[in-house]
């Protein structure tokens, strides 16, 4: 069930299903996204929490034990002027979080991301 805009009760399960110990930190990334913009919803696709709106924004990739890995399905074409996302593939781009501090550092980066995904498709 996708929730168009906001926190999805799926997405809530999942999280407590989730046995990482990234897992604070994935959440703090979900509400970072989540407040980016109200119109930003959630739900589950490939076995991970995935932001939407208007399509796929980026998926956390729930497996790595040592940062928080969210893959922005487009990401190559996405504005990212702090150069937050990584990757040198033809399509999708990854943003990579290690710690609380870094998330702080780049938060602004992260929601500026996702605020120029829903700006391009806004009706």
């Known amino acids: 069930m996708t929730v168009t805009g906001g926190r999805s009760p799926e997405v ?3 999280f407590e299903r989730y046995d990482n ?3 604070p930190l ?3 990334v979900r509400e970072a996204i989540l407040d980016a913009d109200p119109r930003v919803g959630e739900t589950i696709k490939w076995q ?4 939407v709106y208007r399509g796929n924004i980026a998926s956390f990739f729930p497996k790595s034990r040592a940062h928080v890995t969210l893959m922005f ?4 074409s996405l504005d990212d002027p702090t150069g937050l996302l990584q990757g040198d593939g033809a399509v999708a781009r ?3 979080f290690v710690d609380d501090a870094e998330l702080a550092r780049t938060r602004g ?3 500026a991301i996702v605020q120029s ?3 391009d498709r806004a009706p």
């Open 12 to 14: 809530d399960e999942w």
């Open 21 to 23: 110990p990234m897992k």
């Open 26 to 28: 994935a959440q703090q």
């Open 48 to 51: 991970a929490p995935t932001f």
């Open 73 to 76: 399905h487009t990401g190559a």
């Open 94 to 96: 990854a943003a990579r």
């Open 109 to 111: 980066a992260l929601q």
């Open 117 to 119: 995904w829903v700006a």
